[in-house]
């Protein structure tokens, strides 16, 4: 199995689930790894079982995102990959959504994106090497109803991977989105006894991250959509 060429990996959106497995899997490979959330505090037992260092960030905030990566480069080395997992939602009807909350989402889920890619980028330009890694969700392709802040902070995000991979893949960065189609598996949403396997194992997304990473550069995937059986296309 050829070995990952990364070597200083930065989460932004860390904490339970998707990010935690990731975390987990590139502290396995022996990647130094920086977890950046607003709340820290909730990191403390994954920083602890993966060696990973903590950083506080609202990664809707440029200043605060630079300061984020001011702090990494300093305390870990510059990171050679950047995982964008934070998201917000604002859920309702349409006609009732509160904007300041629908700005704060979008703010969250791809404008935080945008800044993490961006300061990223400018780490990794001068190398010429370096892999940006956007999660998305079933959002970044279909809108549900009541959810219209969340799909249109995630096709941004979509359309942010998709512009940046154009732009930087031939400057050997590598930029790949994923789309979370499904609900993903947690303590307190189990599969259900009749239906095995019908959510998403978060380390089985994680073991999907890696094997992107490890694609040769003439064989980039830029967009991979995981789903369970049971989800509908």
Not at 61 to 88: I, K, M, Q, T
Not at 89 to 113: C, K, S, W
Not at 205 to 225: K, T
Request: aromatic fraction near 6%.
């Amino acid at each position: 199995m050829a070995a990952i060429p990364y070597r200083t990996a930065l989460i932004v959106g860390a904490g339970p689930g998707i990010s935690a497995s990731v975390a987990r899997a590139f502290a396995a490979e022996g990647l130094k790894v920086g977890l950046a959330a607003r709340d820290t505090g909730k990191l403390a037992p994954l920083a602890e079982q993966t060696g990973a260092q903590r950083f506080q960030v609202d990664a809707a905030d440029a200043d605060a995102v630079e300061r984020l990566f001011g702090e990494v480069d300093a305390r870990l080395g510059e990171p050679d990959l950047v995982l964008y997992n934070a998201s917000a939602r604002a859920q309702g009807p349409i006609a009732e959504l509160d904007p300041a909350v629908v700005q704060r989402a979008i703010g969250v889920t791809a404008f935080g994106g945008f800044l993490v890619t961006r300061q990223a980028a400018r780490r990794m330009l001068p190398r010429g090497h370096g892999a940006i890694l956007l999660t998305g969700a079933t959002a970044s392709v279909k809108g549900f109803a009541h959810s219209a802040a969340f799909a249109m902070g995630k096709f941004a995000l979509r359309g942010l991977a998709q512009s940046t991979a154009r732009e930087l893949w031939p400057k050997g960065i590598h930029v790949a989105h994923f789309v979370i189609d499904g609900a993903v598996r947690s303590a307190t949403r189990p599969d259900p006894d009749d239906r095995p396997d019908s959510t998403l194992d978060p380390d089985a997304i994680a073991a999907a991250y890696l094997d992107v990473l490890r694609q040769p550069r003439s064989a980039w995937a830029l967009e991979v959509e995981l789903r369970p059986w049971a989800e509908r296309f």
